[in-house]
């Protein structure tokens, strides 16, 4: 269901249109699925989906005002219960005509994620997640966001470990057939300091103005492995 909404927004997504155009897309085509779209009233979140444009790092709110914008990157989380269990997952869309900074920026974010992947298997021990993709980020000249991360995720929305991406290699737990957590990475541009938005209390944002991105996938530890369940 996680993918298929994503699927979705990324085919309906488009300068013009609204975040709360966003949400809307989310909410009907969840319901239609059959889910439950998870940030809708989590701890006071009012929307079903979060929305963070350019210097947005995440928890934007969708709202009537604001407007995609050619050139926009935007990062989309949709998050869906089903029959009790959660996923978790996220994308980024480039609007239109993007710079090559920024598109630099969304893609590399993105193999930053694979990079994460790949260290995902029974016995390695998670702080190589964060390892390799810290260390990647940085050979790009990037800073990644250090006080907010990846999780566990079940039957609740934010489970056990914590999931950080500026780890050190051969730290952290042992990872082991059947955990399940994410890898989102938030990638910045300019500095790794962030604020929230005192209007709201959530969105998050660069403190320099300078464009962030991420990519979040929902991912189990198998036998031999992992396997993606969310994207
Ligand atoms: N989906 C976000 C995550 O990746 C959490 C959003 S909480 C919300 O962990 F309330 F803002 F939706
Ligand atoms: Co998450």
């Known amino acids: 269901v996680n993918i298929a909404v994503l699927d ?12 709360e155009d966003i949400d809307r897309l989310v909410a009907e ?27 947005a790092v995440c928890h934007g709110i969708p709202n009537e005002e604001e407007i995609l914008q050619d050139g926009d990157i935007i990062n989309v989380d949709v998050s869906t219960i089903y029959k009790g269990y959660f996923s978790d ?4 869309f480039c609007i239109g005509d993007v710079d090559d900074v920024s598109k630099k920026l969304v893609e590399d974010t993105l193999k930053a994620v694979q990079l994460g992947l790949s260290e995902v298997r029974p016995f390695n021990r998670l702080g190589n997640v964060g390892a390799v993709i810290n ?3 940085q050979s790009q000249g990037y800073k ?3 006080d907010i991360g990846g999780h566990g ?10 999931v950080s991406y500026v780890t050190r290699r051969d730290t952290g737990m042992l990872l082991v057939p059947g955990m399940v957590f994410t890898i989102e ?12 938005d005192s209007d709201n ?8 103005g300078a464009p962030s991105a991420q990519w979040e996938v929902t991912v189990a530890v198998t036998e031999d492995g992992y396997e993606i369940l969310a994207y």
């Open 8 to 19: 979705y927004v990324a085919e309906n997504i488009h300068a013009g249109m609204s975040t």
């Open 29 to 55: 085509k969840t319901k239609e699925l059959g889910g439950i779209a998870a940030p809708l009233n989590y701890e006071g979140f009012p929307k079903s989906v979060c929305t963070s444009i350019n210097d």
């Open 89 to 92: 997952s996220s994308r980024m």
């Open 135 to 137: 260390e990647f980020a």
């Open 144 to 146: 990644v966001v250090r």
């Open 153 to 162: 995720v079940g039957l609740e929305f934010h489970e056990d470990p914590f």
């Open 185 to 196: 990475p938030m990638i910045n541009l300019g500095t790794d300091e962030i604020f929230i």
């Open 201 to 208: 209390d959530w969105t998050v944002y660069t403190e320099d």
